[in-house]
């Protein structure tokens, strides 16, 4: 390991209890904090990638899902814990969008990405 990527934050990260474990395939760029009506509930801070790259431990047989609204994607969450871990996909097509709540991995790490406010309770776009 070279100094340089000593001092990256780590790429992985867990629910609470630890039942469900997910590894980032790259270092995001930016995250997303969106005010619609469930992810203000959730105070998730999400970071995105092709369905089927982001490592996921302990899913399904230690997750519940939610799913709601036009039923495209369902939200993940620790049956043990209650942490919200990810969004996927329903169709689960390789490639479709993918999201994951980086609020489960290191403090160190939500500080380093640039974070992007969307509203998604209004107007559909982003505020920056």
């Not at 780590?10 to 270092?27: D, E, F, Y």
């Not at 005010?35 to 203000?40: D, I």
């Amino acid at each position: 390991m070279t100094e340089e990527t000593s001092n990256l934050p780590s790429l992985q990260g867990s629910c609470h209890c630890g039942a469900v474990r997910l590894t980032l395939p790259s270092m995001p760029e930016t995250s997303t904090k969106c005010n619609c009506s469930l992810c203000r509930r959730l105070g998730g801070q999400w970071v995105y990638y092709p369905f089927g790259t982001v490592s996921i431990e302990g899913h399904p047989e230690n997750t519940n899902d939610y799913v709601w609204g036009d039923k495209t994607l369902r939200t993940v969450r620790c049956k043990t814990c209650g942490c919200a871990t990810h969004w996927e996909p329903i169709d689960g097509q390789l490639g479709a969008r993918h999201g994951v709540n980086l609020s489960n991995f290191e403090p160190r790490l939500k500080e380093v990405v640039k974070v992007r406010h969307f509203d998604g309770a209004d107007t559909w776009t982003f505020l920056d």
